[in-house]
């Protein structure tokens, strides 16, 4: 399937009535890049390890809209809509952004560019930056790749893990630094919450280590079919994994589902300044005696990470590092 990327040169100002605009003309969702600086608000919604790079804010932005395109033209989603050519979308775009212009002052450039895409680019391109790799005695290795033993490396367990587009692997420094910790600490039979669980790396692996049950919470709708996913290429029996969908800091209803005095091991492999207000909506959860382990943490943020756990009534146990990351536990 072929894609046609249509981009628009703008300014941040004019993003919301350029992506309204170009809905009268069968242009529906637009992806947005822009330098604007997340908001704290925004922050404690990023699930993530790796805070995005905005680069220093100019006021300037990108609208780039997709359109399917086929033998016929371009696909528009207009209802009733007959297929066009590119230069006639062009147009089209161009035609809206003049009958903008009067009434707003902020479109800046208001150029548009055509490249032609394809699904394949999105879908699998990013296989070429993933390749198993070695977490001490633990083999993680996707299911495109064989085993590399050349050097007589015989790990006592091997992770088969797909991440797909949406979620960290586990090669990044910051989840092997959990998952060294969560080794120091698990018992067979334990019960473990994985806080931004993705991928599921960490509570999969806790259950493979010889944790009993495992739940997971998320804010993205591709978690659980991933999680799924990987709870299946790994042998483990689904209904020893709950997922659920939301926000643990100020969903009510996803604190009553995760539940109080339940779980041995918290597991939050987040950033830094989500950390923070995750950590007192996390310790009723805990059992006492239970560890809370976190990172996602760049350097010289470790403390802010550690302050916020001994407001919450934790004793911290240590700071571990790898690299420019720190993983911060705490025990309550």
């Not at 790749?145 to 586990?170: K, R, V």
Request: net charge negative; glycine share 8%; with cysteine.
């Amino acid at each position: 399937m072929k894609w046609m990327r249509l981009r628009v040169r703008t300014r941040a100002e004019a993003e919301d009535i350029l992506v309204s605009a170009m809905q009268d003309i069968g242009l529906c969702g637009a992806q947005i890049e822009d330098h604007v600086p997340l908001t704290a608000s925004e922050k404690e919604q990023m699930f993530v390890d790796i805070l995005p790079e905005s680069g220093e804010d100019d006021g300037s932005a990108v609208l780039s809209f997709f359109v399917e395109e086929n033998e016929d033209g371009l696909l528009v989603t207009e209802e009733g809509a007959e297929p066009c050519t590119p230069e006639e979308m062009v147009r089209r775009m161009e035609g809206v952004i003049a009958s903008l212009r009067p009434y707003c002052d902020v479109l800046g450039e208001g150029t548009i560019t055509v490249e032609e895409t394809e699904d394949v680019d999105w879908i699998n391109n990013w296989k070429q930056y993933f390749h198993q790799f070695r977490i001490d005695d633990i083999l993680v290795i996707p299911s495109w790749e064989q085993p590399e033993t050349e050097d007589g490396y015989q790990p006592s367990l091997t992770f088969h893990i797909d991440p797909g587009t949406a979620f960290g692997t586990g090669m990044h420094e910051t989840t092997q630094l959990c998952i060294r910790q969560i080794r120091k600490v698990l018992t067979p039979g334990c019960r473990i919450l994985d806080v931004g669980t993705g991928s599921g790396i960490l509570a999969i692996l806790a259950l493979l280590l010889g944790a009993g049950e495992a739940v997971g919470t998320d804010l993205d709708p591709c978690a659980p079919p991933a999680v799924l996913d990987n709870l299946e290429a790994n042998g483990v029996d689904p209904s020893r994994m709950e997922i659920i969908l939301g926000n643990l800091i100020d969903d009510p209803a996803v604190k009553a589902r995760v539940g109080t005095d339940r779980y041995d091991i918290v597991a939050a492999n987040i950033l830094a300044e989500v950390l923070v207000p995750m950590t007192p909506a996390v310790v009723p959860c805990m059992k006492k005696g239970a560890y809370l382990i976190t990172s996602g943490i760049l350097e010289g943020k470790e403390e802010m990470v550690a302050d916020a756990m001994r407001q919450a009534g934790l004793t911290v146990e240590s700071v571990t590092a790898q690299g420019e990351w720190r993983c911060v536990v705490g025990r309550k």
